[in-house]
C-alpha cells in the first residue's frame, strides 16, 4: 500500500514530487476521452525512469506469438494497442537549461487531476541560472471534439530575466515497452511542416489484422493568439520552436491543440484535411472556452452518477476517482470500442476486451449512464459474434466462444491456460445480457441480436460438455475458473454452474425471441432436449460435510489454510512466490465459487451463502482487482459490515492506495466499478431482477451517510442513506420498490421523497 | 507413414529425388560424429525448399522468452543450439549454369548413406547446355580427428565439353528457421582469406550464458594435390574458386578438408593457429586415407553393439539405422555433452539434454558401448547439481530439481506445464543411477557423487510433496505426467511412484556412501525418517474395481474411448487436434503407468501388469517417438507377440517410415534405442538386477533369427535367437545367466556357447 495523493472529495493533488513514484504517478493522473488517452507524463519531457503511454483506441498490432511451442488451437498472435506518437510535448529550455524534472532544481511543485472532468494541472517554480520561473501546465481531452487535445503552459518569471524556448512537438519514435526486440509498430508516412502534421501507419503484419493510419496534428496560440513557430521535421516527428525573453513580473502563455485522426474513422489521403478542419474548429476557442464546453458534458453525466460519501473522504475520493476514469475510458460513443483492463493508462493487457466488462462493467453502467451506453457494450459483443464462431472452430467445436482477449472477436492472448480454458467468459456475457435486460426492462437485444449471442454461447457450452459414463454426468474439464491462481482444472463449480445457466436462458428465452431470429438459429427439439438433459445432469462439485461448493474436483486435497497464515512479507504472493508454488496452494485470487453466488443471488439460502463465504473468504488473497468488490457485496449482504467496509476500501482506492502494488503499470479501469457495486448493492443492498427494485440499506458505521443515483427504467432514483434512508423519484413515473421488505411508492419530486427507517 | 529410401541391410539408398521429401530426406541422411553434426544438406546448394542444418555440439544462445506473460519460476529464456556456419559449400557452374537439383536437368540420381561408419555419397549426371557430367559427391565428419570433416567431389564429363567452377566457401550468414524475428546469433569476427578460415562469436546476451567463438577453416586439394583457389571474403563468408576444362572421359577431383575449432576448447585468439595445427594433420592425408581411419574406428563400435536380424531386411535396416544415428550422435568423447532428442539432426527441441538419455538411452548404452560411456553421461548430470539446486530455489523448494532441458544444468525450456511440472525426469535421472549401479556393478558412481545427486532428489521430492488432511496421505499436485497430452493434473500414478522409489533408493543407498560424502550430505535422522513417512503415505491412485493403477485422479471420469475409434485421417491427432481437444481425450501419447511398470518391472505381478496394459495401451496414439518401445517390451513379457513385433516395427523404423510424419524436422535420436530395447529386453526378455541377468526369449513368427551382443560387467555375451537361442561368452570370465528360469554357465569361447530350446 502506498499514497501519494492528498485526501480531497473532487481533487487527486500532491505537492511532492518523488523521483520514485513517477510511474505510480502517471498511472494515477491519466486522461482520457473514449476516443483517445495518455498517462500522466510531462509535456517538457523527462529524463528519470517513466512509463510512456499515450493511446488511441481501436488501433493495435497483433505481435506474433507463434513460436517454439505454438499447438492447434493457440492464437496466432498477441493482439495490443500500441504507442501512439506523445502529442503533448512542449520541451522547455530556461536561459539554456533543459527543464526536467528529474534534474532541475524546483520548488512549490502542484499536480492535480480534478475529477470535475478529467483536467490535469501541474506547476512548479523552476530555479535556472538568472531566473526563478513559474510553470503551470494545463491539459484535457475534449469530450466535445472527441478528436482534439487541449494543452496550455504558462510560464511566469518570478525573478530574474528568462530566456524562454519552446519546442512544442509530435513525437511518432516511439515503442511499447513490452513490445518484443524492441520492435517498432508504426512506420512514418509523411511530415508536413507547412500545415503542422505528421502522418504514420502500423507496419503489415502476416495475419490480415488490419493496418491502422493516423494523422497527428497541432497548432499553437501565444498570449491567445494564433502563432506559428519554426517548424523542423524528422522521419515520424514534428517540432515547432517558439523563443521569447521576459522580466520578472512578466510571462508567456502558449496553447497547443491538437487533432488526432485515425483510419478507423477517416481513410488515409482525407486525413489531413480532415484534421485541418477539426483544428479550425478548435482553434474557433480559447483553451478556457473549450474547457467549459468540455466541463459542461461532464457535468451531465456526474448528475446522473454522482456517489456522495459522508464522513469519510477517502472514501468519497475513491469512488469519485473510479467513475471518472471509467468515464474518460468508455462513455458508449463508439460502438466499436470497448473497455480494456488498464483503458488508456497503460500498456499491459494490450488495451485489449476482456470479460471484464460484461462481469463488473455492466451492472454499475446499467444504473449510472443511458441505457443505449451499455446496450453498446452488448452490441460489441454481437457484432463480432463471428470472431466468436471462429474461436469455437479453433478448438474443434461448436458453437460461438467469445475470446478472453480481443479488439475483433478473434482471441489475441497467448496463453492456453487462459484462451482455451478460461471458458467462463462465455457465460458472463450471456449473464450481461440477463442483467441488460432485466434491469432496462429492453427486450428488444435479447429477442434479436441477444438470441444469437445466447444460442451460440449455448451450443458452445453443450458440445464443450463431455458425459462421464462412470459418474452419469456432464463435466466439463479443463478450465481455469475466476480463480486464476489455479489453470487447468476439472469441473469448476463455477464455470459448470454458470455453463449450465446459460444453457437454462437459451432455452427460456427462445419462445420469445423475434421470429426471423429464431427461424435462422434453428433449434431443434432434439437439441433442446438435449441442453436439458445437460442442465440436469450436470456435474456440480459439493461437499456435504462442509456443507459447502467444491472450487474444482480436488480443491480439498489442497494443503488447506488460511491467507493469514502467509507472512506479510510475502504479500502479494504473485510477486513474491513461484508460479508452482501458488497454482498448487490454496489461496484464491479473487471470488469463484463467490462469483457463482453472487450472480445468481436468490438462487442459494442464506445459509449456503454463508457457509461457502466463511470457508473461501479466508482463503482468498484478493490479488486480483475484481476481488473485494464482490466479496464486499456478500459480506454486506451477509450482515459482516466490518468486513465489507474493509473491502470496500480495498476496491474503491485500489489504485489511489496502490494496494497491490502494481499500480505503476497503469490503473485497473475495469475493476473501478467495484467501489460502486460495493456501495449500491453491498451497503444499500439494491438487487433486481424481471419483478422491480429491492434495496436492504445500512450505513457503515465511521461513515455519517452516502447517497447515489439509479438511472431505471426511464428514471432518475436518488437514495441517501444516513440514519434513514430516504427514497426519491427525481424524474420518470411512479413506481414501486422494496426496501428492507416493505414496499414503498414513490411518485416525482421531492416532496413524495420516502423515508425509512434502517 | 512414408518410405523414401530403399531396403538394404546396411545402406540408407534411393534411386530417386523428389523435392517434396527433401527435408525428409535431409533429416534421415543427417551424419554427424558427436562434436558436430548436420542434415544431408546438398554441398552445391539448392534452390527449393529445405532445411538448413550444421551444428557444434555445445554451441547455443539463449534466446528470450521473457515476454508478456512471464511469471516467477519461468526460465528466462529458451536455449537452444543454433545454426553454426555451413562449411560443406561447394558450389558448382557447368558452362555457366549453377548446379542445382531444384532446377538442373539430371538422371541416375543416387543417394545413399553407409551405416558401416557414417559416410554420405551422392550422385547423378547433370545434363547442362554442351556437356552430360556426373557429379559424386561423398563426406564424412571424421571419428579419429572430431574437429574435422572431408569432403569430395568428382566430376566426370560423359559428354560434350565443361568449363566447371568450383566455388568452395563457408558461410556463416545463417540464421535458425525458428529463431523470433529471424534473428542472427553470430557477430563475424574476422574472416582470413590467406589462411582459409571464418570466425565468429555469438551475439551477447543479458542471462550471463558465455558467448561462443568458433573458427572454421577450409583446404582443398585438387586432384590429389594441394590446391589454393582464388579466396574471396565478405562478413562471414570466405569463398574459394577454382575453375577448369575437361572434355568427354576427363574428370576432376576435388577434396575439401574443413577443421571446426570452438571456444569450448581453445581460447579465441588461439584458434587459427590451433585449426592450422589441425589441418595439417587431416591434409597429410587423402580423403580416402581419412575414410579408411575412420571406418576402422565404427568396425571396432559395431563389433560390440551389432544387432543381426534374419527374413526381415527392413527391420535389420532400422536398427542398424538407430544404432549407427546414436553413435554418430553420441560415444562418450565428451563428458560436457549429452545427446539432444534430435541429435544434430534438426533445430527443435534445441539440440538440448532432456530427460530421454536417462529414461530411454542408458537402458542401451549400458551394453552396446563401455561404460565410461555411460557413466559420462551419469557424471554430466552431477556436474550439473548446481543448476539443479538453481532450478529448485526458483519454485521456492528445497533440493535438486534437473532440467527438464538443458546445456548447463539450468532449465531452458519456455512452458511451465513443461518445465515446473513435468517432475518426473527427476526421478529418471535417480533410476538411471540405479541401472548402471545394478548392471555394471561399479559402486564408485552411486557412493560418491551419484548420492549427491540422489539425496538432491530425495529433498526435492521430500520438499515437493505435500500433506492432504482430509486423505491424511501425500500428494503430488500440478504436474505433467510422461503422457504430455494432459497437462497439470494431480497425483500421476507414475510420478508419485517414481518420487517414492527415489525415496526408497536413497535411503537405501546412504548407509553405503563414501564417508565424506554422507558427512557432507548431512541427512538427518529426522529427515530420513520424514522420508521414509513419505514413502509409507504416498497416494497413489487405483482403481479396485478395473484392477488398474489410475494415471491420475480424474482420469476415469473421461469420456474413455479406444484409440481405434479416432478416423484414420485425424492421426497423428497432434497435428489434426486443438491442444484443448487433445489435452481433454482420454487418449495417451507415450507409457504413462505402463513406464511405471515397465522400469519397476519385478514389484507388478503378472495380473497387474495385464490389467493395466489391457486399459491403457488400447488408449495410447504412440504419438511419443518413446512409446512404441515401452509398449513392445511389456507386450513381449506378457506373451502378446503380434502387438511386441508390430510395435517394434513402429519404433525401429519410426524415421526411416516416418510414422508420426514429422521426421523433416529431424530424426528422433533419443528413442532410437527403442528398436534395441525391444528385441534385447522384449523378445529376448533381458532382465537384470543386482543378482545377475536373465532371459527369456522368443522369436517373432516373421523373423528366422537374431543376434545381438551384450558388454557385461568386463564381458562381451552373444545372444543369438532362432529356432533355439544361443548365449556365447566371446569375452571375459565366466558368467551364470538365467533363460527361461533356467540356470546356465558360460564360459569363455564358442566351444563353451549353450544353446537352450525356447
Same mark, same amino acid.
Given at each position: 500500500?502506498?499514497?501519494?495523493?492528498?485526501?480531497?472529495?473532487?481533487?487527486?493533488?500532491?505537492?511532492?514530487?518523488?523521483?520514485?513514484?513517477?510511474?505510480?504517478?502517471?498511472?494515477?493522473?491519466?486522461?482520457?476521452?473514449?476516443?483517445?488517452?495518455?498517462?500522466?507524463?510531462?509535456?517538457?519531457?523527462?529524463?528519470?525512469?517513466?512509463?510512456?503511454?499515450?493511446?488511441?483506441?481501436?488501433?493495435?498490432?497483433?505481435?506474433?506469438?507463434?513460436?517454439?511451442?505454438?499447438?492447434?488451437?493457440?492464437?496466432?498472435?498477441?493482439?495490443?494497442?500500441?504507442?501512439?506518437?506523445?502529442?503533448?510535448? /512542449?520541451?522547455?529550455?530556461?536561459?539554456?537549461?533543459?527543464?526536467?524534472?528529474?534534474?532541475?532544481?524546483?520548488?512549490?511543485?502542484?499536480?492535480?487531476?480534478?475529477?470535475?472532468?478529467?483536467?490535469?494541472?501541474?506547476?512548479?517554480?523552476?530555479?535556472?541560472?538568472?531566473?526563478?520561473?513559474?510553470?503551470?501546465?494545463?491539459?484535457?481531452?475534449?469530450?466535445?471534439?472527441?478528436?482534439?487535445?487541449?494543452?496550455?503552459?504558462?510560464?511566469?518569471?518570478?525573478?530574474?530575466?528568462?530566456? /524562454?524556448?519552446?519546442?512544442?512537438?509530435?513525437?511518432?519514435?516511439?515503442?511499447?515497452?513490452?513490445?518484443?526486440?524492441?520492435?517498432?509498430?508504426?512506420?512514418?508516412?509523411?511530415?508536413?511542416?507547412?500545415?503542422?502534421?505528421?502522418?504514420?501507419?502500423?507496419?503489415?503484419?502476416?495475419?490480415?489484422?488490419?493496418?491502422?493510419?493516423?494523422?497527428?496534428?497541432?497548432?499553437?496560440?501565444?498570449?491567445?493568439?494564433?502563432?506559428?513557430?519554426?517548424?523542423?521535421?524528422?522521419?515520424?516527428?514534428?517540432?515547432?520552436?517558439?523563443?521569447?525573453?521576459?522580466?520578472?513580473?512578466?510571462?508567456?502563455?502558449?496553447?497547443?491543440?491538437?487533432?488526432?485522426?485515425?483510419?478507423?474513422?477517416?481513410?488515409?489521403?482525407?486525413?489531413?484535411?480532415?484534421?485541418?478542419?477539426?483544428?479550425?474548429?478548435?482553434?474557433?476557442?480559447?483553451?478556457?472556452?473549450?474547457?467549459?464546453?468540455?466541463?459542461?458534458?461532464?457535468?451531465?453525466?456526474?448528475?446522473?452518477?454522482?456517489?456522495?460519501?459522508?464522513?469519510?473522504?477517502?472514501?468519497?475520493?475513491?469512488?469519485?476517482?473510479?467513475?471518472?476514469?471509467?468515464?474518460?475510458?468508455?462513455?458508449?460513443?463508439?460502438?466499436?470500442?470497448?473497455?480494456?483492463?488498464?483503458?488508456?493508462?497503460?500498456?499491459?493487457?494490450?488495451?485489449?476486451?476482456?470479460?471484464?466488462?460484461?462481469?463488473?462493467?455492466?451492472?454499475?453502467?446499467?444504473?449510472?449512464?443511458?441505457?443505449?451506453?451499455?446496450?453498446?457494450?452488448?452490441?460489441?459483443?454481437?457484432?463480432?459474434?463471428?470472431?466468436?464462431?471462429?474461436?469455437?472452430?479453433?478448438?474443434?467445436?461448436?458453437?460461438?466462444?467469445?475470446?478472453?482477449?480481443?479488439?475483433?472477436?478473434?482471441?489475441?492472448?497467448?496463453?492456453?491456460?487462459?484462451?482455451?480454458?478460461?471458458?467462463?467468459?462465455?457465460?458472463?456475457?450471456?449473464?450481461?445480457?440477463?442483467?441488460?435486460?432485466?434491469?432496462?426492462?429492453?427486450?428488444?437485444?435479447?429477442?434479436?441480436?441477444?438470441?444469437?449471442?445466447?444460442?451460440?454461447?449455448?451450443?458452445?457450452?453443450?458440445?464443450?460438455?463431455?458425459?462421464?459414463?462412470?459418474?452419469?454426468?456432464?463435466?466439463?474439464?479443463?478450465?481455469?475458473?475466476?480463480?486464476?491462481?489455479?489453470?487447468?482444472?476439472?469441473?469448476?463449480?463455477?464455470?459448470?454452474?454458470?455453463?449450465?445457466?446459460?444453457?437454462?436462458?437459451?432455452?427460456?428465452?427462445?419462445?420469445?425471441?423475434?421470429?426471423?431470429?429464431?427461424?435462422?438459429?434453428?433449434?431443434?427439439?432434439?437439441?433442446?432436449?438435449?441442453?436439458?438433459?445437460? /442442465?440436469?445432469?450436470?456435474?456440480?462439485?459439493?461437499?456435504?460435510?462442509?456443507?459447502?461448493?467444491?472450487?474444482?474436483?480436488?480443491?480439498?486435497?489442497?494443503?488447506?489454510?488460511?491467507?493469514?497464515?502467509?507472512?506479510?512479507?510475502?504479500?502479494?504472493?504473485?510477486?513474491?512466490?513461484?508460479?508452482?508454488?501458488?497454482?498448487?496452494?490454496?489461496?484464491?485470487?479473487?471470488?469463484?465459487?463467490?462469483?457463482?453466488?453472487?450472480?445468481?443471488?436468490?438462487?442459494?439460502?442464506?445459509?449456503?451463502?454463508?457457509?461457502?463465504?466463511?470457508?473461501?473468504?479466508?482463503?482468498?488473497?484478493?490479488?486480483?482487482?475484481?476481488?473485494?468488490?464482490?466479496?464486499?457485496?456478500?459480506?454486506?449482504?451477509?450482515?459482516?459490515?466490518?468486513?465489507?467496509?474493509?473491502?470496500?476500501?480495498?476496491?474503491?482506492?485500489?489504485?489511489?492506495?496502490?494496494?497491490?502494488?502494481?499500480?505503476?503499470?497503469?490503473?485497473?479501469?475495469?475493476?473501478?466499478?467495484?467501489?460502486?457495486?460495493? /456501495?449500491?448493492?453491498?451497503?444499500?443492498?439494491?438487487?433486481?431482477?424481471?419483478?422491480?427494485?429491492?434495496?436492504?440499506?445500512?450505513?457503515?458505521?465511521?461513515?455519517?451517510?452516502?447517497?447515489?443515483?439509479?438511472?431505471?427504467?426511464?428514471?432518475?432514483?436518488?437514495?441517501?442513506?444516513?440514519?434513514?434512508?430516504?427514497?426519491?423519484?427525481?424524474?420518470?413515473?411512479?413506481?414501486?420498490?422494496?426496501?428492507?421488505?416493505?414496499?414503498?411508492?414513490?411518485?416525482?419530486?421531492?416532496?413524495?421523497?420516502?423515508?425509512?427507517?434502517?
Amino acid at each position: 500500500m502506498k499514497r501519494i495523493f492528498e485526501i480531497d472529495p473532487w481533487l487527486i493533488q500532491t505537492h511532492r514530487f518523488d523521483q520514485a513514484d513517477k510511474r505510480l504517478q502517471e498511472s494515477i493522473t491519466a486522461i482520457g476521452n473514449g476516443y483517445m488517452g495518455m498517462r500522466g507524463n510531462f509535456e517538457e519531457g523527462y529524463s528519470g525512469d517513466y512509463l510512456q503511454g499515450t493511446y488511441i483506441a481501436g488501433t493495435w498490432y497483433p505481435d506474433k506469438t507463434r513460436v517454439g511451442w505454438w499447438k492447434n488451437g493457440y492464437p496466432e498472435y498477441f493482439g495490443k494497442v500500441i504507442n501512439a506518437p506523445s502529442f503533448i510535448d /512542449i520541451g522547455i529550455q530556461i536561459n539554456g537549461e533543459t527543464i526536467d524534472l528529474a534534474k532541475t532544481k524546483t520548488r512549490d511543485f502542484d499536480l492535480a487531476l480534478d475529477m470535475h472532468q478529467g483536467l490535469l494541472t501541474r506547476s512548479f517554480i523552476a530555479e535556472v541560472e538568472g531566473a526563478e520561473v513559474r510553470l503551470t501546465f494545463r491539459r484535457f481531452l475534449s469530450a466535445v471534439i472527441k478528436e482534439a487535445a487541449f494543452i496550455d503552459v504558462a510560464a511566469e518569471v518570478i525573478s530574474g530575466r528568462a530566456k /524562454i524556448k519552446f519546442d512544442a512537438g509530435i513525437n511518432g519514435n516511439v515503442v511499447n515497452e513490452d513490445s518484443n526486440y524492441d520492435e517498432h509498430f508504426w512506420v512514418p508516412d509523411q511530415e508536413d511542416a507547412d500545415k503542422g502534421f505528421i502522418q504514420m501507419t502500423t507496419k503489415p503484419n502476416p495475419f490480415k489484422v488490419p493496418q491502422f493510419t493516423i494523422t497527428v496534428m497541432q497548432a499553437l496560440r501565444l498570449d491567445g493568439e494564433p502563432a506559428v513557430g519554426t517548424r523542423t521535421t524528422a522521419p515520424g516527428q514534428l517540432h515547432e520552436q517558439l523563443e521569447m525573453l521576459c522580466d520578472a513580473g512578466e510571462g508567456v502563455h502558449l496553447e497547443k491543440d491538437v487533432v488526432v485522426v485515425t483510419s478507423r474513422d477517416v481513410k488515409p489521403d482525407e486525413q489531413a484535411s480532415r484534421a485541418t478542419a477539426l483544428m479550425q474548429a478548435a482553434q474557433a476557442n480559447t483553451f478556457a472556452q473549450s474547457l467549459d464546453a468540455h466541463t459542461a458534458v461532464w457535468a451531465k453525466r456526474w448528475a446522473q452518477s454522482d456517489v456522495a460519501i459522508n464522513g469519510d473522504d477517502a472514501a468519497q475520493q475513491g469512488i469519485r476517482f473510479n467513475i471518472a476514469q471509467m468515464f474518460m475510458t468508455y462513455y458508449g460513443e463508439d460502438k466499436r470500442l470497448n473497455m480494456g483492463p488498464k483503458g488508456f493508462t497503460g500498456e499491459k493487457y494490450g488495451g485489449a476486451t476482456y470479460w471484464d466488462t460484461e462481469a463488473y462493467v455492466v451492472p454499475m453502467y446499467l444504473a449510472v449512464t443511458p441505457p443505449s451506453v451499455t446496450k453498446g457494450l452488448l452490441e460489441y459483443r454481437h457484432d463480432q459474434l463471428p470472431g466468436a464462431y471462429h474461436n469455437s472452430q479453433q478448438q474443434n467445436l461448436a458453437g460461438a466462444l467469445f475470446p478472453m482477449v480481443t479488439f475483433n472477436g478473434i482471441e489475441c492472448h497467448n496463453e492456453w491456460e487462459i484462451t482455451f480454458e478460461e471458458l467462463h467468459r462465455n457465460a458472463a456475457i450471456a449473464f450481461a445480457v440477463y442483467q441488460y435486460t432485466a434491469y432496462t426492462g429492453d427486450e428488444s437485444y435479447v429477442n434479436g441480436p441477444g438470441l444469437e449471442v445466447l444460442v451460440g454461447i449455448a451450443r458452445f457450452w453443450a458440445d464443450r460438455v463431455h458425459f462421464s459414463q462412470r459418474k452419469q454426468q456432464y463435466m466439463i474439464h479443463g478450465v481455469t475458473g475466476p480463480n486464476e491462481y489455479e489453470n487447468n482444472v476439472n469441473n469448476n463449480w463455477y464455470t459448470n454452474t454458470m455453463a449450465s445457466w446459460c444453457l437454462e436462458y437459451a432455452l427460456a428465452r427462445l419462445p420469445k425471441g423475434d421470429q426471423d431470429v429464431v427461424a435462422k438459429l434453428a433449434v431443434s427439439p432434439e437439441e433442446a432436449d438435449h441442453w436439458q438433459d445437460i /442442465i440436469d445432469r450436470m456435474y456440480k462439485p459439493v461437499d456435504h460435510e462442509l456443507g459447502i461448493f467444491v472450487q474444482h474436483d480436488t480443491f480439498l486435497d489442497k494443503d488447506i489454510r488460511p491467507a493469514s497464515s502467509i507472512p506479510a512479507d510475502q504479500r502479494p504472493i504473485n510477486q513474491h512466490w513461484s508460479w508452482d508454488r501458488i497454482l498448487r496452494s490454496p489461496f484464491i485470487k479473487q471470488a469463484d465459487v463467490l462469483q457463482g453466488i453472487y450472480f445468481l443471488n436468490d438462487r442459494f439460502s442464506k445459509e449456503q451463502k454463508e457457509a461457502n463465504f466463511d470457508f473461501y473468504e479466508p482463503l482468498t488473497v484478493h490479488e486480483s482487482s475484481l476481488s473485494a468488490s464482490i466479496h464486499a457485496i456478500l459480506a454486506a449482504e451477509l450482515g459482516k459490515e466490518e468486513k465489507a467496509v474493509e473491502l470496500y476500501a480495498r476496491t474503491a482506492r485500489l489504485d489511489l492506495d496502490n494496494y497491490n502494488n502494481d499500480t505503476d503499470d497503469g490503473l485497473h479501469i475495469t475493476s473501478m466499478s467495484g467501489g460502486w457495486l460495493a /456501495i449500491v448493492q453491498g451497503f444499500a443492498g439494491m438487487r433486481y431482477d424481471e419483478h422491480g427494485l429491492r434495496f436492504k440499506p445500512f450505513l457503515p458505521t465511521n461513515w455519517s451517510g452516502y447517497s447515489f443515483k439509479l438511472n431505471y427504467q426511464g428514471r432518475i432514483i436518488a437514495v441517501t442513506v444516513g440514519d434513514t434512508a430516504e427514497f426519491e423519484l427525481i424524474a420518470g413515473p411512479a413506481i414501486d420498490v422494496t426496501v428492507s421488505g416493505k414496499m414503498i411508492h414513490l411518485e416525482e419530486g421531492a416532496a413524495h421523497a420516502q423515508r425509512i427507517n434502517i
